[in-house]
């Protein structure tokens, strides 16, 4: 022994109070735990793993919340992405246009297939891909184009479906984030030819590990994706193309379908504790300093993330912190400045309004279980930040 207890330091950070987590899954178990274990147990003794009748049924009943006619499980939402791209043929010399501050999945999935991303700017007001920089972007290696419905908010469909059929160039949602938010009356995901989802355990509808969904409308895109998912077979050990192993794991499908059905209660939740902050930067006069997200009301956005904008971020962030209130910063670094990306060429400055977004923005909790009290928490920390200013 080198110290005794006295001079031990408290487990906790003695400067930080202890606080809430920024997202309560131990909460969302608690309220589905009987039902989450029958389904985990019906899997453990039908003792079938790899796709099969789990799989299939949640195939079926996700449907009305992805509004696609062809539904396909897969590994995680980077490999529905992956899935698609393979679908189109993507591969060396092809260009993707996609946007830069997003999660690094939807560059990568295209540098997986040594293709080259193209960056366009975001929408600073909503985060996401501007299609007023999109046609500038388009080249004739363009082989698809990846809009993001960036923290749950749809991108601008219409206007990227005009330039997209223009150019006949392929559209892939990026909905990992946006799973039921609808575009004008219309679900995200149906709205290009193919939609991406991520059941990533934060995620509005969460699995017990990772997960996927990959979707479309047109027969022959399903027909390949059903042969891509499970190596490039048709039948048994016949490989007409070469795919990959990326399957929805039947445990993972059985606890989805729990899930699933308490997805449209979980989404109101959010959309209330979302109104709720907007009421409260306006009665508490916050409205000058913070950003709330944008909400076009013709856009049902599930809110994954409750994402506002404010200049002095690192220093609230460290203020909400020091009481134990918990925030995350989505995302920190745009993609065009990642190393991993360093081989694009691009620099600081190219993209200016993602990288003013990467120094603003500070996602607040926003789970549906989140209490009243712990949100005025979140709003009186983040007010009593600018009184001490
Ligand atoms: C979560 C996410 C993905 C990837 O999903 P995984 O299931 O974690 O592979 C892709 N794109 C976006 C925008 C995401 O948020």
Request: hydrophobic share 40%; net charge negative.
């Amino acid at each position: 022994m080198t110290h005794s207890s006295s001079t031990v330091a408290p487990a906790e950070n003695p400067s930080a109070k202890q606080g809430f987590p920024f997202l309560d899954l131990k909460a969302q178990f608690a309220e589905i735990r009987e039902e989450v274990m029958a389904a985990v147990s019906r899997v453990m003794e039908s003792q079938q793993f790899i796709l099969g009748p789990e799989v299939a049924a949640l195939e079926e009943e996700i449907k009305p919340f992805v509004g696609c006619e062809h539904v396909f499980g897969c590994a995680s939402g980077s490999d529905a992405l992956l899935l698609a791209l393979m679908a189109l043929d993507i591969g060396p010399g092809d260009e993707v246009i996609t946007i830069a501050f997003t999660f690094v999945a939807t560059a990568g999935a295209v540098a997986r297939l040594r293709a080259r991303t193209v960056f366009v700017d975001i929408d600073p007001e909503t985060y996401n891909l501007d299609p007023d920089q999109l046609e500038a972007a388009i080249t004739r290696k363009t082989k698809a184009i990846i809009p993001v419905d960036l923290f749950g908010l749809p991108a601008d469909m219409d206007a990227i479906i005009e330039i997209a059929n223009r150019y006949r160039i392929p559209v892939i949602e990026d909905a990992a984030q946006a799973i039921g938010a609808r575009y004008k009356d219309t679900l995200v995901g149906s709205i290009g030819d193919f939609g991406c989802y991520s059941f990533f355990p934060s995620k509005n509808l969460g699995g017990a590990g990772d997960g996927g969904l990959i979707t479309t409308n047109d027969a022959s895109f399903a027909a390949k994706l059903r042969m891509l998912r499970v190596h490039g077979s048709k039948n048994k050990y016949e490989y007409p193309i070469l795919g990959i192993n990326s399957r929805l794991d039947a445990l993972q499908a059985a606890i989805l379908r729990v899930k699933l059905r308490y997805l449209a209660a979980w989404t109101a939740g959010r959309r209330r504790n979302a109104d709720r902050y907007r009421q409260m930067f306006r009665e508490m006069k916050l409205d000058d300093h913070v950003k709330a997200p944008l909400a076009p009301s013709s856009y049902f956005h599930i809110y994954n993330q409750f994402t506002i904008r404010v200049k002095e971020r690192d220093q609230l962030k460290e203020h909400l912190r020091m009481r134990g209130i918990p925030s995350e910063i989505y995302y920190p670094y745009p993609l065009h400045l990642q190393p991993a990306f360093a081989d694009l060429g691009y620099r600081s400055g190219d993209l200016p309004h993602s990288e003013t977004a990467s120094a603003e923005v500070l996602s607040l909790p926003i789970y549906p279980e989140l209490s009243d009290a712990r949100l005025s928490m979140v709003v009186e920390g983040i007010a009593g930040f600018y009184r001490s200013r």
